[in-house]
Every structure is written in C-alpha cells, then in structure tokens.
C-alpha cells in the first residue's frame, strides 16, 4: 500500500512526485511511455513558475534552468500587422525532449518508485484506490491523476469545448541560423504557429535551432509545412529551415473548465485543465498544480485530517492561485478569434498603444 500513486510522468506528475517524496511519502509513479522524448509544445516556460523548477531541478539538474535560452520578447503577426511586446520576467525556452527526461530522472532519484512503459487501465475506490495497470494491479491511499489533456482516463467530451472542430498540435525543431531571442506567434484563419529558439541539452554548443509548434484546425492543415504556408511571413521565414528532429503531433485539443478533483482523486496539469498553448503557462500550471496537489495532500499523508479535506483544500488553493489563469486565457481566445470585421480594427488599436498589449499579456499572468 503506497501513500500515493500518481498517474503520468509529464510535469505535472513529476512535480508532484518529487514534493510528496521530499515530504516523506511513499510515491508510486506510473507512465505509459518512456523518456527522453519529444512532445508537442511551444517549449516557452513562462517566468513564475522559474523558481519552482529550479526547486525541483536542485543542483543536480540545475545547469538546465541556468542554461536555458532566454526569451524576454514576444512578436504576435496577424492581420498583416506585427504586435511587439516585452516578456518581463523573461521566459526560459527548454526542450521537453530535456525536461520531462530531468525530472523524471529526479523523481526516482528522490525515491520514488518510478514505473515506465505501465499503462494505467482502470482506477476503483474512493481512498483508498486500486489501479489496474499492464503490468498489475497497485494499491494507494491517495491517487493523483496527471494523465494529460486526454487519456484514456479522461472523462468523454462534453460541456465546454471549444473552439469547435477538430484541431490539431505539431511540432518540429529546425535549424535556423542566428533565431531572434522572442517567441513569435504567427496567427491566420484557423490556427496559429509559436516558433521560437530553443538548445538541447546535449547540443547545447550547436547553434541555430528552432522549435515551431502549430495549433490548427484539421481542415485546414495537417503537417508543418501546410502550416507554414498559411502565413507569408511564416513561409518565408521557413523556406531554408533544416528539420532537426522528426514531426510530433497530438489531437484533439479539447478546452474545458477546470475541474481540480473528482470523487476524491487529485487532477492537476492538463488533466485538470488545458489552457491555450499561445499563453504558455501550460509546464507553470502542471508544476505549480502538482506540487499544489502533493502538499494538499501532506496532512492526509502524515495521518493529520481526512482525504476528503485534503481534496477540498486543494480544489479551493488551486481556483484562488490557478483560476485567473484559465479566465483571461479565454477572454483573449474569444477576441482572437472574433471575425475579421471586428478583429482588424481591435489588433490597430493594440498596434498603436502598446501598453494596452503589454496589459493584455499582464493580465495573462
Ligand atoms: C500545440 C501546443 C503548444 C503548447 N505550447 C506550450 C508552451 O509553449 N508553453 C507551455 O507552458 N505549455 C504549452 N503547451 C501545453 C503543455 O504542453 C501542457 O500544458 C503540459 O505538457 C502539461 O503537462 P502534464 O504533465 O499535465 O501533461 P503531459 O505532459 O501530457 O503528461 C501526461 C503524461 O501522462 C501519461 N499518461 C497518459 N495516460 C496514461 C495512463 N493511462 N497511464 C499512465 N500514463 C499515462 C502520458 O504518456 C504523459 O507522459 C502546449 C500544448 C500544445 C498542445
């Protein structure tokens, strides 16, 4: 019997993973796949959760944090118009390639029982729980589920989900001499593309790298260079790209209300919610929300209070800190995607005083 298990060894799992461990429990963690590996995702690591991360990274993994490239602007193309604003505190652009891999590695290096290429099938109980995996069945008294935006452990669609059709996520790396510090955003009718530039850990001396990562509309493409060949600006930028790692995607990307906890099992990171990748707070949310969920849970742990009141603080903590988040988030996507009428005229205003662009990222935060 474990204190805890936790599902998915993104972000979200390996932070809370590494806090409850450092807290004494007794932590099963369990993923599906195996690292190092590449996953899709525009790579920017927005600056409040910096802190965190090198909490969690220590000194053993530290140089990933020190050695990250820094991203203190944005640059937003659309409408044919360019929006330019300062990321303050500047952002770190890390390849999750790296990442997830370090702390995955530090999980099971804080004594947790770190289980690869386990697929979690079926989760019974309400405290304590029993998991049905490919490889056994565990028992726990506390689980948490960081199983990503969609899992087989997701509940089916419904609700809020939105923007309608299908839409897709696909990254690649790319070599590109000298790439501008900034993350730029290229929007058109039906999706956009993040490209900014990011280092491997084991190239770091090499450089010249780029990550592009699309979000877009299935009808309206379904690899890179489609994607690329939706915004002038984009195809000319990309025309003498090297790729530099093979293409990733992952569909669907489905927006709901957060919801942090369901019949006493923890969800954090995307599990909980997904937010829009184009405000790259997705890595700050799963870290923020694991290590969140792993110190709810310490009390319930050390035999101090029911889990019941461990999950209610949690989802309380996690609305009031995270909430804002996922509000602003949508207020931005709604104007983004407004018709073109409305949206021209709302992008000059933007165009023309900075500072209210500069309060929109703000508000992100
Ligand atoms: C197009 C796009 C661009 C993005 N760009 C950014 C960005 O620039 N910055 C940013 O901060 N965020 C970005 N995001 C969001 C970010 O990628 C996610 O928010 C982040 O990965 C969430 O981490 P997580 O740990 O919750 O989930 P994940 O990283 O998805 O990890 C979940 C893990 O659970 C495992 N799993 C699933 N089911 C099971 C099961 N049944 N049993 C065992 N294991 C299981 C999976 O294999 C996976 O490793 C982007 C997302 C998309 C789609």
Not at 18 to 39: C, S, W
Not at 48 to 76: C, F, K, N, T, W
Not at 94 to 101: F, V
Request: with cysteine; glycine share 10%; aromatic share 8%.
């Amino acid at each position: 019997m474990y204190d805890l298990t936790i599902i998915g060894g993104g972000p979200a799992g390996t932070s809370a993973a590494i806090t409850a461990a450092r807290g004494g429990a007794a932590v099963l963690l369990l993923e599906r796949g195996r690292f190092p590996r590449h996953k899709v995702c525009g790579e920017f690591v927005s600056a409040e959760s910096l802190s965190l991360l090198g909490g969690l990274l220590g000194s053993r993994h530290g140089d990933l944090l020190r050695a990250a490239v820094q991203i203190p602007r944005a640059r937003v193309f659309v409408d044919g118009r360019t929006l330019e604003t300062s990321v303050d505190p500047p952002a770190a652009s890390i390849a999750r390639l790296d990442l997830d891999a370090a702390l995955w590695e530090l999980a099971a290096e804080s004594g947790v029982e770190a289980r690869q290429s386990t697929t979690v099938q079926r989760i019974t109980g309400r405290g304590p729980f029993r998991v049905a995996t490919s490889e056994g069945d565990f028992e726990s008294r506390a689980l948490i589920n960081a199983s990503g935006r969609w899992s087989n452990l997701s509940p089916p669609p419904g609700g809020e989900s939105v923007p309608r059709g299908k839409w897709l996520g696909l990254k690649a790396h790319f070599g590109e001499p000298s790439p501008p510090a900034s993350v730029d955003l290229y929007f058109f009718e039906g999706g956009y593309c993040g490209v900014q530039p990011v280092e491997l850990r084991s190239r770091a001396s090499l450089p010249g790298r780029v990550n592009a990562c699309a979000m877009v509309r299935a009808d309206v493409a379904s690899t890179l260079s489609e994607v690329f060949a939706q915004h002038p600006a984009l195809y000319q930028r990309s025309r003498h790209w090297q790729p530099l790692s093979e293409p990733v995607s992952t569909a669907p990307l489905i927006f709901r209300h957060p919801q942090p906890e369901r019949e006493n099992i923890l969800l954090t990171g995307d599990a909980a919610g997904f937010v829009d990748p184009f405000v790259g707070d997705g890595i700050s949310l799963a870290l923020r929300s694991g290590a969140l969920a792993a110190e709810s849970l310490a009390p319930f742990v050390r035999g101090g209070t029911l889990l019941g009141q461990s999950a209610t603080e949690y989802r309380r903590n996690y609305k009031r800190q995270l909430g804002p988040i996922f509000r602003a988030s949508s207020k931005i996507r709604r104007m983004l995607l407004l018709p073109r009428s409305v949206r021209v005229p709302m992008l000059f205003l933007l165009e023309s005083v900075p500072a209210v662009t500069r309060y929109l990222v703000r508000r992100t935060r």
